[in-house]
Structures are given as C-alpha cells and as structure tokens.
C-alpha cells in the first residue's frame, strides 16, 4: 500500500523547519525538496550546467555553484527571470524527490512528508500530495523570527515575505493548519505529535 504524502509548508519564519524535524522524530521519513534544490545549486549541481546557460557565467560563483545573492536580487525584482529559474530547477528536484519517495515507500512506512517551501506558489505539487499541512503564524511573528535568526533587515523580510503567497491563500490550500504563534518547543511538540497520530504514527 502506498503511503500517505504529506505536504508540509509555511511561510518563512513560520517555524516549518523545525516542525519537520519533530515530525521526523515521530517516525516519519522527510523529503527536503529545499535541501534537493539547494544541492541542486551547489557547487557542481545538476542544475549549474542549465543556469549558466540561461543566465551567464555571472551568475556562478568561482567555485562552480550559484551566486544566490545576485540570483536573489534579480528574481525578486524580476517575475520573468524566476519563473525561468524554477523551471530550470524544479523539474531536477521533482525527479530528485521522485526516487527518494520511492526508497521511502518500499520501507512500508505509512506516512512521508514532503516539506516544499513553495508549494502553494509553485502550482505543481498539490496534485502530487495526498495532504497539506500548512504551518502558520502572524506577519509580525514572521517578521520577528527572521530578524533575530538570519540577521536581516526589515525590508529584505518584507520583500522576501511578499514573494511569497498570502496567508489567506497558503491556509486556502491546507488540509490542516497548525497556528505556530506563541507556543514553546514543548507545546509545539504536542500538536506535532498529536497530528502524527492521524497518519498511523
């Protein structure tokens, strides 16, 4: 029997990352499509050859992988240059995720999680997914978590949030919604655990 795949997303801040991680330790094997794209952009990823390609040289860095600061600057100023990028990138990570589902699938395990960053955005991955758990918290809280964790002012937050979908809409697409805003790792692991529980766990 095929197991359950589960969406997990979230806007950044929203503490999806750690929420990944607690399910992993419920028993739940996790596909990272971020950590397969940011492979993918390494030094000497599959996707290198592709970027170059389409975007020049100057946007590799000496040590043959993406320069993701001058990509950054150029896709949020420029709808055109990400969509190009994604569809570079994203049909390598979906193949990438593809054999990892596939390895997870022939351990039995009932439930996997995908944690894709951009689900909702990307149009492509709800049709793949049997559930989407959607991680949310306030634009505040979001705004919050960032400035402490990456040291970023407040205007490259805002921009990076407003590259991203809206609440309204990420929520829209969810299954389930867990409300990530005022809860210690304790608690959080509580509803983690208790949503774990309805994926055989």
């Known amino acids: 029997m095929r197991p359950i795949r589960l969406g997990l997303t979230g806007g950044i801040g929203s503490g999806k990352s750690t929420v990944a991680r ?3 330790e419920c028993g739940m094997p996790l596909v990272d499509a971020d950590a397969i794209s940011r492979s993918a952009t390494a030094a000497h990823g599959i996707a290198i050859p592709a970027i170059a390609a389409h975007f020049g040289a100057d946007f590799i860095t000496s ?7 001058r990509m950054r600057d150029l896709v949020f100023s420029d709808a055109r240059a990400r969509a190009d990028l994604e569809g570079i990138v994203h049909p390598l990570v979906g193949q990438a995720v593809e054999l990892q589902t596939q390895r997870h699938a022939a351990s039995n395990v009932p439930c996997v999680v995908f944690d894709i960053p951009l689900l909702v955005e990307s149009g492509q991955w709800r049709k793949r997914l049997d559930r989407v758990l959607v991680i949310d918290c306030s634009e505040a809280t979001q705004m919050e ?3 402490r964790r990456d040291d970023l002012p407040e205007p490259a937050i805002l921009r990076i949030m407003q590259s991203q979908t809206s609440r309204k809409n990420r929520n829209a697409a969810a299954d389930l919604v867990l409300f990530n805003d005022g809860l210690n790792l304790q608690q959080l692991d509580a509803q983690v655990r208790e949503i774990a529980t309805r994926f055989g766990l």
């Open 22 to 24: 607690l399910l992993g």
């Open 63 to 69: 040590e043959g992988a993406l320069d993701r600061v």
């Open 145 to 147: 978590r960032v400035k």
